[in-house]
């Protein structure tokens, strides 16, 4: 067990700074993929999904149908008398009812499969970055931006990752090449010491009295 969880710990550590992020972001990618394949919307008899504009159509169709039966009947009896207000209503998954718009779904799985392989060679977070926006704008230009999300998210924290390991290497390189003198910024200084016998009198005031001494022997002799 030990042997397992050290040879774990080892292949993790040599894996490139952000490889489990942006693995992350490459499977999230294609299970939005997979989603939009299974997930149902309605569409209508023409196999398309429903519009604001194409559901009043459909509504305002089966109103005038039974108006146009018995003209005599109120707009609440028409309302009411309707049994169908959207006929040949069915559901398709939502890559099928967007075709062939829904092509676009592979923008952001291509995105994001860029940014793995970037992330694999260890390339410079400038270049994941690039594979970032492409991935956003391909869930974008998808029309359902919303089931990938949760890729775009993951590369980001891939791109963030690389980014921090980046700043700590160049910050490491800048101390190695100042060398151990500048790391600390301490400026050295010779100290001199001074002599006990200036302290207790002034070189002016130990002058005069030189000169007063020198003065009173002359007089004498």
């Given at each position: 067990?030990?042997?397992?969880?050290?040879q774990?710990?080892?292949?993790?550590?040599?894996?490139?700074?952000?490889?489990?992020?942006?693995?992350?972001?490459?499977l999230?990618?294609?299970?939005?993929?997979?989603?939009?394949f299974?997930?149902?919307?309605?569409?209508?008899?023409d196999?398309?999904?429903?519009?604001?504009?194409?559901?009043?159509?459909?509504w305002?169709?089966?109103?005038?149908?039974?108006a146009?039966?018995?003209?005599?009947?109120?707009?609440?009896?028409?309302?009411?008398?309707?049994?169908?207000?959207?006929?040949?209503?069915?559901?398709?998954?939502?890559?099928?009812?967007?075709?062939?718009?829904?092509?676009?779904?592979?923008?952001?799985?291509?995105?994001?499969?860029?940014?793995?392989?970037?992330?694999?060679?260890?390339?410079?977070?400038?270049?994941?970055?690039?594979?970032?926006?492409?991935?956003?704008?391909?869930?974008?230009?998808?029309q359902?931006?919303?089931?990938?999300?949760?890729?775009?998210?993951?590369?980001?924290?891939?791109?963030?990752?690389?980014?921090r390991?980046?700043?700590?290497?160049?910050?490491?390189?800048?101390r190695?090449?100042?060398?151990?003198?500048?790391?600390?910024?301490?400026?050295?200084?010779?100290?001199?010491?001074?002599?006990?016998?200036?302290?207790?009198?002034?070189?002016y005031?130990?002058?005069?009295d030189a000169?007063?001494?020198?003065?009173?022997?002359?007089?004498?002799?």
């Amino acid at each position: 067990g030990g042997n397992v969880r050290g040879q774990l710990a080892e292949a993790r550590a040599a894996q490139p700074i952000g490889y489990r992020a942006a693995l992350s972001a490459l499977l999230m990618s294609l299970a939005g993929v997979v989603f939009c394949f299974t997930f149902q919307v309605p569409v209508d008899s023409d196999g398309e999904s429903y519009t604001a504009e194409s559901l009043t159509v459909d509504w305002a169709t089966s109103a005038l149908d039974v108006a146009a039966d018995d003209p005599s009947l109120t707009a609440t009896e028409v309302a009411e008398s309707v049994e169908e207000w959207t006929p040949g209503r069915g559901e398709d998954p939502i890559a099928i009812a967007l075709w062939p718009f829904s092509l676009a779904l592979a923008l952001p799985v291509i995105g994001a499969g860029i940014g793995f392989r970037a992330v694999a060679k260890r390339a410079r977070s400038k270049i994941v970055s690039r594979a970032l926006f492409a991935t956003l704008f391909g869930s974008l230009l998808s029309q359902i931006p919303i089931f990938f999300i949760p890729a775009v998210i993951a590369l980001g924290v891939s791109v963030f990752q690389i980014r921090r390991y980046e700043t700590v290497t160049a910050a490491a390189a800048m101390r190695a090449e100042a060398g151990p003198d500048d790391a600390g910024g301490v400026i050295e200084a010779d100290v001199v010491e001074d002599d006990p016998a200036d302290d207790d009198v002034e070189p002016y005031e130990a002058d005069l009295d030189a000169d007063d001494a020198t003065d009173g022997s002359d007089r004498t002799s």
